[in-house]
T-cell receptor, first 113, second 109 residues
Framework: DGGITQSPKYLFRKEGQNVTLSCEQN?????MYWYRQDPGQGLRLIYY???????QKGDIAEGYSVSREKKESFPLTVTSAQKNPTAFYLC????????????FGSGTRLTVV | QKEVEQDPGPLSVPEGAIVSLNCTYS??????FMWYRQYSRKGPELLMY????GNKEDGRFTAQVDKSSKYISLFIRDSQPSDSATYLC?????????FGSGTRLLVRP
């Protein structure tokens, strides 16, 4: 079945550490996205990528970094510069060739300990 | 002012009621409009996707877009307890999807 796989489901980070969240899709979608969701709030865009080897900052990119070396993969690194990283992180992908909107993964819950 | 405004609720209705969820937006460049349902601690799932003004129906769900008023709605007929979730509106232009803050819906048996 086609879809988006995020791993791990739960992640714990110590203060000052960098951590990388994985996102893989087999939908052949061109565009991929990372969102952050805080409790009781909507989704805020961190980074997005329309094609391989290219990406743009979203509304809250500070303290995060991404890469897009392959069409299928869009990993997100939460750096030590991100002062409040505890949140639910969602990865999504989309294609203009379909009428199916954006497809989301099941999310990674990151907690700073 | 946020680009997309959505009443956070919570909205509590009895089973069988018609539910109306709404979003307003300020960016006239938005071309694609979506509604997502999100259960607690899960990723959002797409309910409706449209790119033109007017109504689109799918089972118990109807999405309505009024571009002249910059207003979109989602109607749920014969609401069920299983519809209890957070509903997010999303709007897209140029490969960038912006969400409202979500409305929490509770359907009471």
């Amino acid at each position: 079945d086609g879809g988006i796989t995020q791993s791990p489901k739960y992640l714990f980070r110590k203060e000052g550490q960098n951590v990388t969240l994985s996102c893989e899709q087999n939908l052949n979608h061109d565009a991929m996205y990372w969102y952050r969701q805080d409790p009781g709030q909507g989704l805020r865009l961190i980074y997005y990528s329309q094609i391989v080897n290219d990406f743009q900052k979203g509304d809250i990119a500070e303290g995060y970094s991404v890469s897009r070396e392959k069409k299928e993969s869009f990993p997100l690194t939460v750096t030590s510069a991100q002062k409040n990283p505890t949140a639910f992180y969602l990865c999504a992908s989309s294609s203009r060739d379909s009428n199916y909107g954006y497809t989301f993964g099941s999310g990674t819950r990151l907690t700073v300990v | 002012q946020k680009e997309v405004e959505q009443d956070p609720g919570p909205l509590s209705v009895p089973e069988g009621a018609i539910v109306s969820l709404n979003c307003t937006y300020s960016n006239s460049a938005f071309q694609y409009f979506m509604w997502y349902r999100q259960y607690s601690r899960k990723g959002p799932e797409l309910l409706m996707y449209t790119y033109s003004s007017g109504n689109k129906e799918d089972g118990r769900f109807t999405a309505q877009v009024d571009k002249s008023s910059k207003y979109i709605s989602l109607f749920i007929r014969d609401s069920q307890p299983s519809d209890s979730a957070t509903y997010l509106c999303g709007m897209d232009s140029s490969y960038k999807l912006i969400f409202g803050s979500g409305t929490r819906l509770l359907v009471r048996p």
